[in-house]
Nanobody
Framework: QVQLVESGGGLAQPGESLRLSCATS????????MGWFRQAPGKEQEFVAS????????YYADFVKGRFAISRDNAKNTLVLQMNSLKPEDTALYYC?????????????????WGQGTQVSVSS
């Protein structure tokens, strides 16, 4: 059974940083692209970032470019989202997800396994 478990969320002030991690098990992590999505209260889930199976290609949503960085450690089966210069509008439940392919993708339908999410709250 495939499991994705996010951690690292919490409360931050505007301008601060948080580092989200996603530990995976049950499926060969190195063979598949991964991504992060988020959902704020009352809003639809939206794409944040995606990374290829080898970590060489990445996609970012425009609203996080230059502030967030996605990476992966294939030896540890772990996906990471480094979030810098946080803004109140980054407040959301953040999900990691695994695709059915090797290349990064912004399409939600390309992701077949999902974690339960970790809450990020940004407030002064």
């Amino acid at each position: 059974q495939v499991q994705l478990v996010e951690s690292g969320g919490g409360l931050a002030q505007p301008g601060e940083s948080l580092r989200l991690s996603c530990a995976t098990s049950g499926r060969t992590f190195t063979g598949y692209a991964m991504g992060w999505f988020r959902q704020a209260p009352g809003k639809e889930q939206e794409f944040v970032a995606s990374i290829s199976w080898g970590g060489f290609s990445t996609y970012y949503a425009d609203f996080v470019k230059g502030r967030f960085a996605i990476s992966r450690d294939n030896a540890k089966n772990t996906l990471v989202l480094q979030m810098n210069s946080l803004k109140p509008e980054d407040t959301a439940l953040y999900y990691c997800a695994m695709t059915r392919g090797q290349e990064p993708t912004i399409r939600r339908d390309d992701y077949i396994y999902w974690g339960q999410g970790t809450q990020v709250s940004v407030s002064s």
